[in-house]
């Protein structure tokens, strides 16, 4: 009873459990159900007229309460995938370890997860234990639970709050609401625990507080940098997924710079320091970084082969410059070298087959600017990723690796007419061949031989 009492007064005691949630109603958290998509409020409408509980869950109710407009809306309950299905005629079950239903709502698509179970400790849930590797990594994660349950299992404290539009209340296990105002993310349980069952949840822990503008509280802080190596036990596929998605949130700078400090980088991206060492490495990446969160801002669309093509130009041209000063043919040195790049890179990051396809595109464009005689520009403009490789060549300039004359040729070639086009092009320069051969002929003169003879 004592104890009870002092939890109350200091506040909390972040041991993961908790069986009965505060009950937090509209005029302390404001979020009016008009704010959830009409789908989505549909769809925990049906489920609760069909007597099973739901919640709008996670993301969507944190980001609202942050004063953000959320990506998508995800649904919780406690009906099992199946009986959601029965409940929805535009339905379906998705997955195969740990299954979810998508159900269709005019144009939109709401995530049906049914509550899910403890793991964490042996022997409970009908001995259910959890599966673990060797690090303590959480390799399936798939027991239906109770709401409780559910909510000890997320991640962080504020996205563990389930609200019902119908009542317009949140259920608030672990004082996800309080910390959201105290603009603290907080972990669900021991941080380090939670970081070794999945070492994800430390580039998630920083990415939402970069996205929300959270501090990341002292005791999910501390253990980042010692326990950043457990990435590497991650599936390279999970990691690039999680580095799309900061990437892409519209607050990449601050992540990535954010990352660097934790210490977390070297799990995902190894040579981020060697490239933001060098003074041009540096300011390119920065450039792309704030161009990228621009676009997000103005809701234009990001290409993740633009952005990765970005992050790892510095390390192909670390790795293509020696190639050509030992006398490397250029262009057939540059693709060993973009190969060489994705490559290693692969190990980390499993960069999708197409998004390669997009990176090496845009890098193998970058000589091909220089061109800027005879037919070739024209070749050039008709290119399926010239756009790409042209904003890539200007990002180039602007951080000082090339000349600006380059980048605002191609600038005022793109916009000119077919005309003006005619009279910007180059003199051609001679040909390879042509040159070799007058390389041979001074070379013959030097010596005092006739050239002609050796032709
Ligand atoms: P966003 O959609 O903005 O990226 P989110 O928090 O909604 O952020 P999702 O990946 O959509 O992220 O996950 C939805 C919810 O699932 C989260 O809010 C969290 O409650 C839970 N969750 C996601 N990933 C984890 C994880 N690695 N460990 C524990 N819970 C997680
Ligand atoms: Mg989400």
């Given at each position: 009873m004592i104890r009870k009492f002092i939890s109350r007064v200091l506040g909390r005691k972040n041991t993961g459990k908790r069986n009965e949630p505060a009950l937090i109603a509209l005029d302390q958290?404001?979020?009016?159900?008009?704010?959830?998509s009409r789908g989505c409020r549909q769809t925990v409408e049906d489920l609760q007229e069909n007597g099973y509980q739901a919640y709008i869950v996670g993301g969507a109710v944190r980001d609202l309460l942050a004063g953000l407009t959320p990506k998508d809306f995800d649904v919780a309950t406690n009906a099992t995938p199946e009986q959601v299905r029965r409940c929805f005629r535009r339905s379906r079950i998705i997955g195969r370890r740990f299954q979810i239903v998508h159900v269709s709502m005019g144009a939109e698509t709401i995530e049906v997860t049914t509550f899910r179970g403890h793991h964490?400790?042996?022997?409970?849930n009908g001995g259910n234990r959890a599966q673990t590797d060797?690090?303590?990594?959480?390799?399936r994660d798939n027991v239906f639970g109770s709401q409780s349950e559910d909510a000890a299992r997320r991640d962080f404290t504020v996205n563990a709050l389930y609200y019902d539009p119908s009542s317009e209340t949140i259920l608030d296990y672990h004082h996800g609401v309080a910390d959201l105002q105290q603009k603290t993310l907080r972990v669900i349980g021991d941080p380090k625990t939670r970081y070794r069952e999945d070492p994800v949840r430390m580039l998630r822990a920083v990415r939402l507080a970069a996205k929300i503008g959270l501090a990341i509280d002292p005791a999910a802080r501390r253990p980042i940098r010692e326990m950043a190596d457990l990435l590497e036990n991650v599936p390279p596929s999970r990691l690039f997924d999680e580095m799309l998605k900061l990437l892409t949130s519209g607050h990449a700078l601050r992540c990535i710079t954010r990352l660097r400090e934790e210490g977390l980088h070297n799990g995902v991206l190894p040579l981020l320091d060697v490239i933001l060492e060098q003074p041009r490495g540096e300011r390119f990446v920065m450039l792309a970084l704030e161009a990228t969160d621009r676009r997000v801002a103005e809701g234009k669309p990001i290409s993740p082969g633009f952005l990765f093509a970005t992050l790892l130009w510095h390390q192909v041209l670390a790795t293509w410059e020696p190639l050509k000063d030992s006398g490397e043919p250029p262009i057939p040195s540059l693709f060993v070298a973009m190969d060489e790049v994705l490559r290693v890179q692969a190990g980390k990051l499993a960069i999708t087959r197409r998004i390669a396809g997009d990176i090496k595109d845009i890098w193998a464009l970058q000589p091909r600017?220089?061109?800027?005689?005879?037919k070739r520009p024209y070749g050039i403009l008709q290119q399926p990723r010239f756009k790409a490789g042209y904003d890539f060549l200007l990002l180039r300039a602007q951080s000082g690796e090339v000349d600006q004359a380059i980048s605002n040729w191609w600038t005022a070639f793109l916009h000119a007419s077919d005309e003006a086009r005619a009279a910007m092009l180059l003199p051609a320069a001679p040909s390879t061949a042509k040159k070799r051969r007058r390389r041979r002929r001074r070379a013959g003169e030097d010596t005092g031989q006739n050239p002609n003879a050796t032709e």
């Open positions: 958290h404001g979020l009016q159900r008009e704010q959830i964490g400790e042996p022997g409970t060797a690090q303590g990594r959480l390799l600017f220089e061109q800027r005689s005879g």
